[in-house]
C-alpha cells in the first residue's frame, strides 16, 4: 500500500467516525455480526439511511457485508481501527515533543532574560 493510499484509506476511517449514528452501529457490531434490520431498530431514522451509514463503514473498511438473498449480515473488522490508533498515537508522539520543547525553550534563560527586559521599560 503506498503512502497516499493509506493516507486515503485513513481519511475514510475518519469520516466515518465523524457520524454518532455510525460510531453506535461499530459499537453494535463489536459484539457480533448482526443484520442490517438489527442495526436499524435503536434508530429513529430509515432502513435506506442507516444502509447508506453501513456503506460509509464498508468503504472504510470497517465492516464486512454478507448477502443471502434479502438477508445482510454486517460484522466488524477492527484492521482500519488499528491503523487509526497508530497514527493518532503517532501524531500525539509529535505534538507531545513540540510542546515539551516549546515549554523549555519558554522557561530558558532566553525567555527569562526578555521578560526582564520588558519590565525595565515601565
Known amino acids: ?23 453506535a452501529i461499530l459499537a453494535s457490531l463489536d459484539e457480533k ?12 431514522i430509515s432502513l435506506q439511511a442507516v444502509s447508506r451509514h453501513i456503506q460509509v463503514l464498508v468503504r472504510a473498511g470497517l465492516v464486512r457485508q454478507e448477502r443471502e438473498g434479502r438477508i445482510s449480515r454486517c460484522s466488524l473488522d477492527a484492521g482500519p481501527l488499528l491503523e487509526a490508533a497508530v497514527w ?21 534563560p532566553i525567555g ?8 525595565n521599560h515601565d
Open 1 to 23: 500500500m503506498t503512502k497516499r493510499d493509506a493516507d486515503e484509506r485513513l481519511d475514510l476511517v475518519f469520516f466515518a467516525l465523524s457520524d454518532p449514528v455510525r460510531r
Open 33 to 44: 455480526p448482526r443484520l442490517v434490520s438489527e442495526l436499524a431498530a435503536p434508530f429513529e
Open 88 to 108: 493518532i498515537n503517532q501524531t500525539t508522539k509529535y505534538w507531545q515533543a513540540q510542546f515539551e520543547n516549546l515549554a523549555e525553550l519558554l522557561g530558558s
Open 112 to 119: 527569562e532574560n526578555a521578560t526582564k527586559g520588558d519590565e
